[in-house]
């Protein structure tokens, strides 16, 4: 499975498939980091939270008001910090596994990993400062 990402400096887009462990993903194009925003499932989702960098899973459900709200903010959050955030969405009406691994009762919930390892939990839609407040200590 592959996800585009569109570069924020050049506005190329480009398929990424996999990123070596450590790495961030750049612009075929121009070489600059590309916002990392992807859609993660029950069977990628181990690899998914493994990068170099602070990785936000965003739990959701297309019905969810709350979650529409807070979708644009992590593209925003995913496009402020390419090269130093990674965002995974998950949807728990297809992908149910993770949520239950991790005993995700209500959504959105975000879970915040760093070095594959969970760091903090944040539930229900909160500003842009707030989260970008809440990456940054924990």
């Given at each position: 499975m592959s996800d585009v990402l569109t570069c924020a400096a050049c506005g190329a887009k480009n398929r990424v498939t996999t990123v070596p462990a450590g790495q961030v993903p750049t612009c075929a194009r121009c070489g600059a980091a590309l916002p990392?925003?992807?859609?993660?499932?029950?069977?990628?989702?181990?690899?998914d939270v493994q990068a170099g960098v602070p990785v936000l899973v965003d739990f959701w459900a297309p019905w969810c008001g709350p979650c529409r709200v807070i979708g644009p903010v992590l593209e925003d959050l995913a496009r402020e910090r390419a090269g130093k955030l990674k965002v995974v969405k998950v949807n728990v009406d297809?992908?149910?596994?993770?949520?239950?691994?991790?005993?995700?009762?209500?959504?959105?919930?975000?879970?915040?990993?760093?070095?594959?390892?969970?760091?903090?939990?944040?539930?229900?839609?909160?500003?842009?400062?707030?989260?970008?407040?809440?990456?940054?200590?924990?």
């Open positions: 990392w925003l992807i859609q993660g499932t029950d069977a990628t989702f181990t690899q297809d992908h149910p596994h993770a949520p239950g691994q991790y005993q995700v009762q209500g959504i959105p919930t975000l879970l915040l990993f760093r070095n594959g390892q969970l760091a903090g939990r944040q539930v229900g839609a909160a500003p842009k400062g707030t989260l970008s407040a809440w990456i940054d200590a924990t």
